[in-house]
């Protein structure tokens, strides 16, 4: 890329890498497989020494993320997971952390079964209501994580408030970004401290890897992560960080068709008579709409629907022919989920009872595909019902 010019962020992912191999001209950046690098003298390096320390494919990947999100680093890990994981490592026993209740199940049960036994404690909390936020700070809170819109009923948290309510409390703010992306999110303008992203979901975008990612808004934390992301090892392999990078490519695209898409089968479902509500911040009777119109770009390509009864949601899942059952999101292919007893399904049931997270409850990713074959999917299995 010409460095006089200063391209939009559209134009920056779709030249990811191009041109960066000076020795190539390379238009797709090269997969560098190396697990070591010679070095040039003793104590002298190429900037390359192994390959979990800095591998030439991951830093591209890496420095671009970063980009879109306008942070100072990033960093990829070998999922969604391993990133927070290493995230959480950064914290000691006696630590707090306010959670969002309304969020991905592997995280819950990471906190909840694995962290809580080295003394990491963490409070879940509704965080699209502030004030539920301010009323669970402890002395020994130390992080907000707040997924929004959450997952799987789209609650939307308000980014400015609580970026404000860290601040004062000196609280770092952790926002997972997965389900809006750079492209229709950006929590660094809200004060957020470190991005997290599943990029096995959107970022991705194909359903055919397993991707994960943190971006910092300064070099300090910066440092930190990396210190910890080499310590502990998960990192991206360089095959992987190349397809990553190939996908970003048609984030921007894929993204506004998975938003038009959403819409269209929100409003349609809205409709069914078997179908008893539908959360989907676009629609101006969620509780979160006017928010979600302030603080997003779009409404995302993710929604949640109730329908009458559990044998409609089982019948639902077992008639359809395009769609697939199956967990994940953000894919080009559409999926449905039941949350209770797939991604939600190690939250405690009274506390999935709480939440509304029950066997009438589906969640839908909706995919790529031409919106009126999506809706007459659904349409076919509910007829008849
Ligand atoms: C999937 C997901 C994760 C976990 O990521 P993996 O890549 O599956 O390890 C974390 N947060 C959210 C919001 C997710 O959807």
């Known amino acids: 890329m010409d460095h006089q010019l200063r391209c939009s962020t559209i134009s920056r992912a779709v030249q990811i890498g191009t041109g960066v191999d000076e020795r190539t001209g390379a238009v797709s950046y090269p997969i560098y497989p190396s697990a070591t690098y010679r070095h ?3 104590g002298q ?3 390359y020494d192994y390959i979990r320390s800095g591998n030439p494919t991951r830093e591209v990947l890496e420095q671009a993320l970063a ?3 306008g942070g100072s680093r990033g960093l990829a890990f070998s ?3 391993a990133a927070l994981t290493t995230l959480f490592l950064h914290f000691s026993t006696g630590d707090h952390l306010i959670v969002s209740e309304d969020l991905y199940g592997g995280t819950y049960r990471l ?13 879940y909390v509704d965080t699209s209501s502030s004030a539920s936020v301010k009323a669970a700070l402890l002395p020994q809170t130390k992080a907000l994580l707040v997924e929004t819109p959450g997952n799987p009923l789209l609650g939307i948290a308000d980014l400015a408030a609580l970026g404000n309510l860290c601040r004062q409390n000196n609280l770092l703010f952790i926002v997972d970004n997965t389900f809006m992306t750079p492209v229709l999110q950006h929590p660094f303008d809200y004060g957020a401290d470190i991005i997290v992203h599943s990029a096995t979901k959107y970022l991705g975008g194909h359903n055919d890897l397993c991707a994960g990612v943190l971006i910092v808004r300064t070099p300090e934390l ?18 992987d960080c190349w397809l990553l ?17 959403a819409t269209t089968v929100a409003d349609w479902l809205n409709r069914h008579p078997l179908v008893n509500r539908v959360f989907y911040p676009g629609l101006p009777d969620h509780p979160g709409h006017q928010l979600a119109s302030r603080q997003m770009k779009k409404f995302g390509g ?3 629907f109730r329908v009458t009864s559990a044998t409609v949601a089982r019948r639902l899942l077992e008639q359809l022919q395009m769609i697939s059952f199956a967990e994940s999101l953000g894919g080009a292919e559409t999926l449905i989920t039941l949350p209770a007893v797939q991604t939600h399904a190690d939250i405690p049931v009274a506390d999935r009872q709480r939440l509304g997270i029950d066997d009438t409850l589906l969640r839908l990713s909706v995919g790529l595909e031409d919106p009126q074959d999506i809706i007459a999917d659904l349409e076919q299995a509910l007829a008849g019902q």
């Open 40 to 42: 040039p003298g003793v």
């Open 45 to 47: 390096s190429t900037g």
């Open 67 to 69: 980009d879109l999100e």
């Open 79 to 81: 999922s969604g997971m």
């Open 111 to 123: 906190l909840d079964q694995v962290f809580s036994s080295f003394g990491l404690a963490t409070s």
């Open 222 to 239: 910066g440092e930190r992560l990396y210190f910890l992301q080499n310590s502990t090892g998960a990192v991206l392999p360089p095959q």
């Open 245 to 261: 990078m190939r996908s970003l490519k048609t984030l921007h695209l894929r993204i506004s068709r998975h938003c038009d898409n």
């Open 302 to 304: 993710m929604l949640s």
